[in-house]
């Protein structure tokens, strides 16, 4: 026994050093799904902090159309989201994942393409603006293989400079690829 232990106590300590410079990945993602009132898709970046965590880069690009007083308003949000996420669940075999997270946007919103007048001859009240704010965030990721996934995503958007909607909920699926 007194031999196991020192031998125990160094494979444990090359363990947990080799383990301080492991590359923990980057990938890609995109997913295509429903917003309020339309449809959009979301690409992004992320960047693994650790085996738990990353810091996500997104577009997020919304086609959608508002009811105001009886007529629909075609409006257009173009948003950079920088956020950090965090695993809050992942199965034994590493197939499946779950995280949360949240983060900054800021955009573009832009209402009936620039136009002041809809098609009927109706004025639009609502002026294309930079769009600011926070979102918060889940995704679900189901492994098919070492370099790709299956991505459910789920966001809410607050952003308070909009004349269109202070809330805007975007849920999606697409694939995450997995660089190295």
């Not at 890609?28 to 650790?50: C, M, P, Q, V």
Request: hydrophobic share 35%; glycine share 12%.
């Amino acid at each position: 026994m007194k031999r196991i232990l020192p031998l125990l106590f160094l494979f444990s300590f090359s363990f947990v050093s080799g383990q301080q410079y492991a590359n923990y990945s980057s990938s890609l993602e995109l997913t295509g799904g429903y917003t309020n009132d339309g449809y959009a898709i979301n690409g992004g970046f992320n960047y693994y902090l650790d085996r738990y965590s990353y810091v996500q880069g997104a577009v997020y690009l919304s086609f959608a159309k508002n009811e105001q007083e009886g007529f629909e308003v075609p409006y257009n949000n173009f948003t950079l989201n920088v956020g950090y996420f965090r695993n809050v669940y992942g199965s034994l075999n590493r197939k499946f994942y779950a995280a949360i997270g949240g983060g900054a946007v800021i955009g573009y919103e832009v209402v009936n393409n620039g136009n002041e007048e809809l098609e009927g001859g109706a004025i639009v009240d609502n002026r294309s603006n930079l769009l600011y704010g926070a979102f918060i965030g889940a995704e679900i990721d189901i492994y098919l293989s070492e370099t790709f996934s299956f991505l459910i995503k789920a966001n809410e958007y607050y952003h308070p400079s909009s004349d269109l909607g202070t809330f805007t909920f975007y849920g999606g699926a697409g694939i995450r690829y997995i660089l190295f």
